[in-house]
Every structure is written in C-alpha cells, then in structure tokens.
C-alpha cells in the first residue's frame, strides 16, 4: 500500500458507496425504505441504504431457493464452482483500495489494517475455498461384501448468513465461501453499521459470474432483517457471527420456525497467560497490548483479560501501559493511525460505561478510560490493574479497547482464572517450557490457545468457540461441515 493521507482523503471523497440490496444478480431497490450509515471517524453521512423488510427478505431467500432447487450451481461440477469463487477472490483484489477505504469509513478501522489484513483475509478465504472445491471426496465404508454402501455429502441448501461489523468482508467470507462452494445458495445480512462492503460483495459476486441468486445481500438492522431471515421458513441453515445475546435469539428463531441448523460464533473474554518463564517478555507484553488495541479492541478474540504471574507483573503492566500511551489514535485514513474510532457514538458510552464500573468496582484506572478529541468516537487505550475476578469488569465482554490485568501466584490458579468465565473462544499461554505449554493448552476451555504468539493462524486451521462462545467452526475444511448432510447410500449388491 503505497497511498499516503492526502490521497485517502480524496479517494474518501470521490467514494459514492451504492446503497441497494443485491437481489437475484441485480439491484433492487425494494420499498424505498432507507436508513442512514454514517463514518465513525468524525460522524458525516456515508449514504442512505435500502433498508430489508419481510417482502425483501422474501425476495432474496426466493431468489436463493430458486437457485438452488432448479439453478445451474449445485449441478455444476465444484471444479466450475471453485473456478467461480477464484474469480471473485481476483475481483476482490482487484477493488481492494475501495474496499479497504469502504470498510475503514463505515465502522473506523485503520486503513492500514483494513488494507493489510482484512482485504488480504477476505481474498485468501475466497482462493483457498475456490482452490478446495475438487479437492473433496465421499467415503465408502466397508459394511459387507454384499453391500456397497456411499456416504455422500450434499449442499444443505439456502444458507442464511448474518454477521457483525468488526470484521465485515472476512466474517462474510468465512460464511459464504465455504457455503457456495458446498454447492448451497445464499442471503447475507450485514450489520447495519456496515453494510456498504457487503453490498460491494454481492455486486462483485455475479460480475464474477456466479449465477443470479447464488448470493443475495439484503441490508438493515437485527431486529427487523436479522430476525426475518432467522424466523424464515425457506432458510436451511443460519450461519451467525456475534453477540452470544444475539445468538440466543437465533436459537429461538429456529425453534419457532422450521428448525433451520444455527451455528454460532459468539463473544469472548479471552485470558491471556504470562508466566515467569516465559522466553521473551518485552516481546509478551508487547504482544499483550496489541492484541487488546489492535481494531479498537473490537475483537472477539481480544486478550481482554491479562493474568500475568505476580513476580513479573510490576514490569509486564509498566511496558503494556507505555504501549498504550504510546499508541497513534486517530483518523482512520490515515496510514499511520495504529487505533481508529470506535463503531458508534452509542458503543463508545457502552465502553466507557465499563470503565466507570470498573472504577466503582475498585479495579485501578492506569491510564485511558475517557474520549479523546476529533469529530469521531475515539477512545484512549485503557488500561486497568487490580482486577477483582469475580467483577463484571473481569467477566463482561466489552468490545473495546480496555485491558483487565489480573495477577496470580502459581500456575493452577491461573488455570482455574483462565476457565473462570462462560466464555471459551480463545487463549494466550507464555511459557518457555514445552511440556507446560502442551499440558496448559490441554486444560484451557478455549476453541484456539496461542502459545507464544496471539491471533496467529490461517485458511488450514479451524476456527470457533466451546461453551458460550458458540459453536460450529469457520475456516479450514472442517467449515464444509456447517453447509452440507451426510447422506448414507445402501446397496445391496
Ligand atoms: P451483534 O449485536 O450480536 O450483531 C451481530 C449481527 O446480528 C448483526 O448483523 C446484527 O444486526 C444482527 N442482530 C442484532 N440483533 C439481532 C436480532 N435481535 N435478531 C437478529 N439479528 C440481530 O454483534 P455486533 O455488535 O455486531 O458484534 C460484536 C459481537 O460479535 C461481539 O460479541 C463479538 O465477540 C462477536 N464476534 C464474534 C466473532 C467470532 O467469530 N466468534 C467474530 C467477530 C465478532 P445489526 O448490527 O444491523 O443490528
Ligand atoms: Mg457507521
């Protein structure tokens, strides 16, 4: 990325996001309903976007049926499919200033990152599931001599896809590659505070040649789109990335329809564990506090919760909290920016509501904790020490940039703090001793424990959480899982 400030400023301000739903390979405008989204980084109008009702949630889940039940997709070879899903990953890349600018304007992240790792994740889930697509194969197990029995897998058919705006092309992506290439039809929701990139998505999606209603983009909130799409009869399978409160209401949505298979990827309130030994601890700190600040904090899989060992907190916490004043906050566009604004006006009181709690708590302020100036919602690197475990500062995800540092005294009770939550999306372990390192991983409840490293990983690894973190896994092949039924075959030879 070569652009500087000056040329995001004037990309910005040619931008003209195109605001209607995606509906059977065109545009559709829909009853005129719009609402409005704005930037994050000083509150301006981005555009009026087509807002989804029952009859356009209608629309686009026809659309998605007829596809599937009488369209060319699930009966095209999945070679030609893949072919299709690497067309679109090229597209992508091809647009990835406008989308990375998109993104940054419509939910506040650092260009940068939106340039450098969200395009870049969304292409490579794109390519990797495109280059999977014949690379799969049913099994014949070995019943009986006289039998010959198949267990194939189909496309589970119309995919229902909503997902939160932290991430909004890779969380998509994550959904909706693994689903097409399973050979099902799809209907994404975005959040309402970043539908743009999505809607830029499905308009990428059939100039790349996926036949109408493959994919179709309906936009507008969770209680009113969201919930339409979860309530639907026509919907096969419900794919979700968000809240765990959310999450809960997608459950009941399909037990009050038709049944239809959810998978949740939901919150978490992730432990990220120092212990004394560990090899490098500048390194570790450093990563810590990156880990926490990195896109404002609006990470599922932050490392919210630092439980450091007591010997060595005093200067882990020192170099973390240099980090964090040192940190350049700012206007997302430009690339220096290392922390944008948050999503909202509304989200950054809700995080600073948590730092008033966490003050009534007794927890200690180190630094951060208030708005900072500019038009847009910018908040300081917070960070507080003294954390009681069983506070609501040390329990509640926050989804912003606030680091909980806990300390502990031997490793079992770190352990036990690490489980201590209704979470189980991730973990960080720091230790220099191997056998530690696989013993710890093995008691921590977590979907993913980075050793050594935090948020590393890639397409070959699955993705998701145990216990309220949901469950189901985005990513890898094991994804495939989510899109498709087994079906037994039984020959009698
Ligand atoms: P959210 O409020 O749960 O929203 C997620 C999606 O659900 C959005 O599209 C939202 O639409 C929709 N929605 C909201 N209320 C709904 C309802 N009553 N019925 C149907 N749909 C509804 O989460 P968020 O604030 O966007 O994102 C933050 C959350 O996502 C955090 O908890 C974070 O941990 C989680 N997350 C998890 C992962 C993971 O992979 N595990 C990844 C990223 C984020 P509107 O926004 O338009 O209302
Ligand atoms: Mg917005």
């Known amino acids: 990325m070569n652009a500087t400030y000056d040329d995001w400023l004037q990309a910005a301000a040619s931008l003209t996001p195109h605001g209607e739903h995606h509906i059977g390979g065109a545009d559709e405008a829909g009853s005129g309903a719009r609402f409005t989204v704005t930037a994050p980084r000083d509150g301006t109008v981005l555009a009026e976007v087509a807002d989804a009702g029952q009859v356009e949630v209608d629309l686009a889940v026809s659309a998605a049926r007829r596809a599937f039940d009488s369209g060319p997709w699930p009966r095209m070879s999945p070679a030609e499919r893949g072919q299709a899903l690497l067309r679109l990953a090229d597209l992508i890349e091809e647009n990835r200033s406008e989308l990375a600018l998109t993104i940054s304007l419509e939910m506040g992240k650092p260009i940068s990152d ?28 070995h019943a009986s001599p006289d039998v010959l029995a198949l267990v194939t897998r189909e496309p589970s058919g119309v995919v229902g896809a909503v997902v939160p705006w932290n991430f909004p092309l890779t969380m998509a992506a994550w959904k909706i590659a693994p689903a097409l290439v399973s050979g099902c ?9 970043s539908p743009l990139s999505a809607l ?3 308009r990428l999606a059939t100039a790349a040649g996926l036949p109408p209603g493959v994919l179709n983009v309906v936009c507008g909130d ?12 026509d919907v096969d399978v419900l794919a979700f990335t968000g809240s765990t409160a959310v999450g809960r209401h997608f459950l009941r949505y399909a037990a009050d329809s038709n049944l239809k298979r959810v998978w949740l990827e939901l919150g978490g309130k992730s432990p990220n564990i120092i212990l004394p030994d560990t090899p490098d601890l500048d390194q570790a700190a450093q990563t810590a506090a990156w880990g926490i600040f990195f896109n404002q904090g609006e990470m599922c899989t932050a490392p919210s919760r630092l439980l450091v060992h007591s010997s060595i907190a005093d200067s882990v916490i020192a170099t973390v909290v240099e980090r964090a004043r040192a940190l350049t906050v700012g206007d997302p566009l430009d690339p220096a920016t290392e922390m944008g604004a948050l999503v909202s006006e509304g989200h950054r009181e809700r995080v600073l509501g948590y730092v008033e709690t966490g003050t009534a708590e007794g927890a200690r302020l180190l630094t951060g904790g208030t708005r900072m100036d500019g038009r847009g919602y910018y908040l300081a690197p917070t960070v507080f020490d003294r954390v009681d475990p069983a506070s609501r500062l040390a329990r509640e995800e926050i989804f912003g940039p606030v680091l909980s ?18 979470y189980g999306l991730a973990a960080g372990l720091w230790t220099a001793d191997l056998s530690t390192a696989h013993r710890v991983s093995r008691r921590l409840r977590a979907g993913t424990v980075w050793v050594n490293c935090y948020e590393e990983g890639d397409l070959t690894v699955p993705f998701g959480g145990m216990k309220q973190s949901g469950h189901g896994r985005d990513k890898s092949a094991h994804a495939i899982d989510k899109y498709t039924d087994l079906k037994t075959t039984w020959i009698q030879l």
């Open 185 to 193: 039809t799809a209907v994404l929701k975005p959040s309402e505070e």
């Open 200 to 202: 830029a998505l499905g």
């Open 222 to 233: 969770g209680p009113g789109t969201g919930r339409a799409l979860g309530l639907h009869p």
């Open 405 to 422: 540092v806990i300390s502990f005294d031997d490793l079992d009770e770190a352990v036990e703090l690490a489980n201590a939550t209704e």
């Open 114 to 141: 939106a340039y450098n790792i969200e395009l870049r994740a969304a292409v490579a889930t794109f390519r990797w599931y495109g280059s999977l697509a014949d690379k799969l194969a049913d099994e014949s197990p």
